[in-house]
């Protein structure tokens, strides 16, 4: 399929071929569930941790004597029903880590990018580069091209990550600039409206086809 393409005042330009194998597939919703919860997983740090009763600091000799004193058989201090005594059942450093089977993550970015195109969320514009590196120079030409409705999470995806537009864009807190051959599930499905690059089309087209 052909869709228009806009240069970066926001006039049609002309047009380029979207890969329907890419665009125009049937969403496979079981993928962008995976995906996402291998992403989500994957970016837990897992560096929580507290101290058992062996752990804690403390002397292990028993409190008081066993009988007599009307009280709790108490033993050491750093029972986890003392204050200052270790966690019972606390959380453990671990890893968090998912291992994602390589044709699930490819699908579930295939059926993002076949959806998007059909909420019609996808607009394609020129190759361009903002010498400057200002975010002034970035933030009018995003204007000019994003939609008022869904300026919320924009993301912008190019051929290959430009030093000088990555500066220019980090400042803005509703865009977010990516190259295309490091897609996320995660990126694609939460963002609002999706530009891509001429450079970026053509890219998508070739690594993403099955």
Known sequence: MNVTVYDIKGKEKGDIELNDKVFGMKPNRSAIYYALKAELANSRQGTSVTKTRAEVRGSGTKLYRQKGTGRARAGSRRSPIRVGGGVAFGPRQRSYTVRLPKKIKRLSLRSLLSMKL?????????????????????????MNLVDDARRKNVLIVDGEKKESNSRAGKN?????????????????????????????????NEKYAP
Do not use: N, R
Request: cysteine-free.
């Open 118 to 142: 059909k909420e019609e969320t996808i607009k394609v514009v020129e190759d361009f580069t903002v010498e400057s590196g200002k975010t002034k120079e970035f933030h009018s030409i995003a």
């Open 172 to 204: 803005i807190p509703w865009i977010k600039y990516h190259a295309a051959d490091l897609l996320s599930s995660k990126d694609l499905y939460y963002a609002t409206q999706l530009l891509l690059t001429e450079g970026a089309v053509k890219l998508l």
